[in-house]
């Protein structure tokens, strides 16, 4: 069970809208997908088997019978049946039932193989029946601990219900995490930690005995990634105050550097505008005075966008540091290598806009080097259709026969 430790970004927007109920399955099958407009929704077990999965950690047994998944474990280590390959940006939607114990589901997680049957680190959406309720929350396994909790959210702490099968629905998308338990919004939070990495299921430490079925996967579309600089031309970008940025060193593994000017600051602007999306800068910032600009509107002033103060003290020690930015509606996240270090709501700012990065006038105290600057765009895709919970009925293979499952009053 993970620690109770006070969440590092609090739940944010969350989505209202909410399905009919859908007429009963008992008479007819249910088809996955009509659940997600875009892309559709597929079997993560199309085999109906867990061959090519592999437990690591703990030891425990995983057994799939009738396309019920079942863990069952009672050693003193956490155990982890992990999936064949790494997954990126992608809608899971599954039903489970916790039987004893406490377990959850890893998304984007790494298998680290030097701790003997190895370990599992990375992003845990929680099942958790005890009467803290935080199913649906984020923990971040074997690193930060908590990052997205409930408990600031009531209406999902009530969702989950212990003993009987729960529908979890996972986004995962770019650097934003979303959470439904039985159609209510959990967590709802961004992490840059890890971009892609493996499914897993846990059976916790102590004695667990969990289950998890119709365990659907919509793998989405990759990012747009938008090169502004990669060491060599200046490209999506343009310089404002009239002074090209020159080159140090020699292309491609030249830096970008800004102009000295005298009258005003100097400034790089992005040619087009940009709605959500993730920025990533590498490289080296002196200067107390720099910002990093989002969402500026069209025209020849900087004011208007969204500033991150890039001049901070933890980066003027004459090394490379990664400065990324995520926007998502009107919520911006500033992160530093990897770090979250603010979050902020800015209601009034427009669905899109460019981007700037300003030095301050004249240069006085320090300069901005640039080794590597792009831009994630990531295509537009309708939230996941959160309906009511899956029919309890588990839809068997054609010959078999249905297997018998407990039923949700």
Do not use: Q
């Given at each position: 069970?993970?620690?109770?430790?006070?969440?590092?970004?609090?739940?944010?927007?969350?989505?209202?809208?909410?399905?009919?109920?859908?007429?009963?399955?008992?008479?007819?099958p249910l088809d996955d997908t009509e659940r997600l407009a875009q892309p559709a929704l597929k079997p993560l077990f199309p085999a109906r088997s867990t061959e090519g999965w592999h437990v690591v950690g703990g030891k425990a047994d995983f057994a799939m019978r009738d396309g019920v998944l079942t863990g069952h474990g009672t050693d003193s280590r956490n155990a982890f049946l992990v999936s064949p390959r790494n997954y990126g940006d992608f809608v899971l939607d599954l039903e489970l039932r916790i039987d004893e114990g406490n377990s959850g589901i890893q998304v984007r997680s790494q298998v680290r193989e030097d701790e003997g049957a190895g370990s599992l680190i990375g992003y845990q959406v929680e099942i958790d029946p005890t009467p803290r309720a935080w199913s649906g929350g984020i923990y971040d396994?074997?690193?930060?601990?908590?990052?997205?909790?409930?408990?600031?959210?009531?209406?999902?702490?009530?969702?989950?219900?212990?003993?009987?099968?729960?529908?979890?629905?996972?986004?995962?998308?770019?650097?934003?995490?979303?959470?439904?338990?039985?159609?209510?919004?959990?967590?709802?939070?961004v992490d840059i930690m890890d971009d892609d990495g493996r499914i897993a299921f846990q059976v916790h430490s102590g004695r667990t005995t969990v289950h998890w079925r119709r365990v659907m996967i919509a793998e989405l579309p990759p990012p747009k990634v938008v090169r502004m600089f990669d060491g060599g031309a200046l490209q999506a970008w343009s310089a404002r105050s009239g002074l090209p940025w020159p080159l140090d060193g020699i292309p491609p593994h030249a830096r970008l550097v800004n102009p000295r000017t005298e009258t005003e600051p100097s400034a790089l602007v992005s040619d087009e505008s940009y709605g959500d999306c993730l920025a990533i800068i590498e490289g080296r910032c002196d200067d107390p005075g720099a910002a990093f600009?989002?969402?500026?509107?069209?025209?020849?002033?900087?004011?208007?966008?969204?500033?991150?103060?890039?001049?901070?003290?933890?980066?003027?020690?004459?090394?490379?540091?990664?400065?990324?930015?995520?926007i998502k509606g009107t919520r911006v996240n500033t992160f530093v290598d990897r770090a979250g270090v603010g979050e902020r709501e800015e209601p009034g700012m427009p669905a899109q806009g460019r981007m700037a990065i300003l030095g301050s006038p004249g240069q006085e105290q320090g300069t901005i080097s640039i080794d590597r600057a792009r831009v994630m765009v990531y295509p537009p895709m309708e939230d996941p259709r959160v309906g009511p919970p899956m029919p309890d009925r588990v839809i068997p293979a054609t010959g078999t026969q249905p297997s018998a499952t407990p039923t949700t009053p």
């Open positions: 069970m993970a620690p109770r430790k006070r969440s590092v970004v609090s739940a944010g927007l969350f989505l209202a809208a909410i399905l009919h109920t859908a007429a009963s399955s008992a008479a007819m396994e074997g690193r930060r601990g908590w990052l997205f909790d409930l408990k600031d959210n009531e209406a999902a702490r009530n969702a989950f219900k212990p003993g009987e099968w729960n529908r979890y629905v996972i986004e995962c998308r770019g650097p934003w995490f979303r959470t439904w338990v039985n159609g209510v919004p959990a967590a709802n939070g600009i989002v969402r500026v509107p069209d025209g020849t002033s900087l004011d208007g966008g969204v500033r991150s103060k890039i001049g901070v003290d933890r980066l003027r020690d004459g090394k490379d540091h990664a400065i990324a930015v995520a």
